[in-house]
T-cell receptor
């Protein structure tokens, strides 16, 4: 079975632009979470979606938004990019949103803002 | 609020030596704890998880971790390091609707 897939793998953008990152969860998983991993740090939680509803939001500005589609895939959007948004963006899927469900991570999208 | 602290940002061991990566947690409720490994330019791979079923948890690649409530610890061990174990290791705890990670420990294995 395919794992969590993310696209694109790498992306270079200019300050002020916007970006859309995509994630497809493992088949049967209904929850998708997004994380930002800055070089040399652990991942930081951005959003969790379950059944197309936002279930959690981390401490990120409103420039960050996300949505989940009926097929449970998800998009992360970032507007007005800043240099500090350069990071590895990780998507994780799980069966549900309850604490007992482990999360499976995709390979990530490496975003570079110049 | 739930959180984890990883002690030591960098650990270096010789091939064949014991690997010990330290993680302490803070939680007001019984925690769900995880260890993930990240190889360069890749995502995170689950090594093992603790969900209160057993205090000694065995994971993949010969790793195991022991949950010690009295010490609020969940240290990761492997009896004999292999060159392929060189990677970044993250301890994590489930929060309200998110997973909260430590800062990571980079494991170097010397030949």
């Amino acid at each position: 079975d395919a794992g969590v897939t993310q696209s694109p793998t790498h992306l270079i953008k200019t300050r002020g632009q916007h970006v859309t990152l995509r994630c497809s969860p493992i088949s049967g998983h209904k929850s998708v979470s997004w994380y930002q991993q800055v070089l040399g740090q652990g991942p930081q939680f951005i959003f969790q979606y379950y059944e197309k509803e936002e279930r959690g939001r981390g401490n990120f500005p409103d420039r960050f938004s996300a949505r989940q589609f009926p097929n449970y895939s998800s998009e992360l959007n970032v507007n007005a990019l800043l240099l500090g948004d350069s990071a590895l963006y990780l998507c994780a899927s799980s069966l549900g949103h309850r604490n007992s469900y482990e999360q499976y991570f995709g390979p990530g999208t490496r975003l570079t803002v110049t | 609020a739930q959180s984890v602290t990883q002690l030591g940002s960098h650990v270096s061991v010789s091939e064949g030596a014991l690997v010990l990566l330290r993680c302490n947690y803070s939680s007001s409720v019984p925690p769900y704890l995880f260890w993930y490994v990240q190889y360069p330019n890749q995502g995170l791979q689950l090594l093992l998880k603790y969900t209160s079923a057993a205090t000694l948890v065995k994971g993949i690649n010969g790793f195991e971790a022991e949950f010690k409530k009295s010490e609020t610890s969940f240290h990761l061990t492997k009896p004999s390091a292999h060159m392929s174990d060189a990677a970044e290791y993250f301890c994590a705890v489930i929060g309200n609707n998110d997973m909260r990670f430590g800062a990571g420990t980079r494991l170097t294995v010397k030949p």
